[in-house]
C-alpha cells in the first residue's frame, strides 16, 4: 500500500531563516505531487504542483519554492521566511493516471517568530 | 473555472442529532466531487466521491452525499452524529481536464455531548 510522510511534524523559525520541508512517498511510482498551505480559520491554498521530475508548476506568487529532485520526494523552500509564511502545509499525492483524488500526508506546523 | 462555496463555516449540534453540512459549485462543465474530513492538527481523509451513476453516494463513518445537478449542490449528511465526528469538512471539486482539486473554505463541526 501506499503512504505519504512529511517532515518535520512542526517547526518554529524566525523571521528570514531560510525552510526546507520535504515529503516522500511510498509504494508507487511517477505520483503527482501537491504542496498546500492551510493557514488559521482558512481553507487549502495549492502553492504548487509536479506531475514528475524537475516539473513544478507554481499556484500562487511568494517567496516559496518547490523542487522533485526524486520521482518520490517533494521539498517546500524559502530562503527568507515572512510571518505571513506561517501555517499548516499539507502535501498531497495522486496516481499520474486514471485517478480522481488526492491522498494527504499528516501536515507540517510551521510558525514563524 | 470552477468554484466551491461551503455556506456554513461553522455547525454546532448535539451528539445523537442529525446534521447536514452544505456544498455548492460552480462548473460549466462536468466534474468530480469529494468530502475530505481533517481531524485536529492531522492531514485531510477522503470520506466519500461522486464520480458518475448514483447521486447518493455513501461513505466511511456513517456518513452520505447527494449529488444535485440542478441545484450544484453536494451536502454532507449524517443521520447521528457522534462526539468524534468533531472535525473540519472539506468539500472539493475537479474536472477531467486538470489534475487540480478546488477547495471549499471548510465547515467546522462540533458535536456536544
Known amino acids: 500500500s501506499q503512504t505519504i510522510h512529511q517532515w518535520p511534524a512542526t517547526l518554529v523559525q524566525p523571521v528570514g531563516s531560510p525552510l526546507s520541508l520535504e515529503c516522500t512517498v511510498e509504494?508507487?511510482?511517477?505520483?503527482?505531487l501537491y504542496w498546500y498551505r492551510q493557514a488559521a480559520g482558512r481553507g487549502l491554498q495549492l502553492l504548487f504542483y509536479?506531475?514528475?521530475?524537475?516539473?513544478i508548476s507554481s499556484e500562487v506568487p511568494q517567496n516559496l519554492s518547490a523542487s522533485r529532485p526524486q520521482d518520490r520526494q517533494f521539498i517546500l523552500s524559502s530562503k527568507k521566511l515572512l510571518l505571513s509564511d506561517s501555517g499548516f502545509y499539507l502535501c498531497a499525492w495522486a496516481p499520474d493516471r486514471g485517478y480522481y483524488e488526492q491522498y494527504f500526508g499528516p501536515g507540517t506546523r510551521l510558525t514563524v517568530t | 473555472a470552477q468554484s466551491v462555496t461551503q455556506l456554513d463555516s461553522q455547525v454546532p449540534v448535539f451528539e445523537e442529532a442529525p446534521v447536514e453540512l452544505r456544498c455548492n459549485y460552480s462548473?460549466?462543465?462536468?466534474?468530480?466531487l469529494f468530502w475530505y474530513v481533517q481531524y485536529p492538527n492531522q492531514g485531510l481523509q477522503l470520506l466519500l466521491k461522486?464520480?458518475?451513476?448514483?447521486?447518493l453516494v455513501k461513505g466511511i463513518n456513517g456518513f452520505e452525499a447527494e449529488f444535485n445537478k440542478s441545484q450544484t449542490s453536494f451536502h454532507l449528511r449524517k443521520p447521528s452524529v457522534h462526539i468524534s465526528d468533531t472535525a473540519e469538512y472539506f468539500c472539493a471539486v475537479r474536472t477531467l481536464s486538470t489534475d487540480k482539486l478546488i477547495f471549499g473554505t471548510g465547515t467546522r463541526l462540533q458535536v456536544f455531548p
Open positions: 461522486y464520480l458518475s451513476g448514483s447521486t
Open positions: 509536479s506531475v514528475g521530475i524537475g516539473q
Open positions: 509504494g508507487t511510482s511517477n505520483p503527482n
Open positions: 462548473s460549466s462543465v462536468s466534474v468530480y
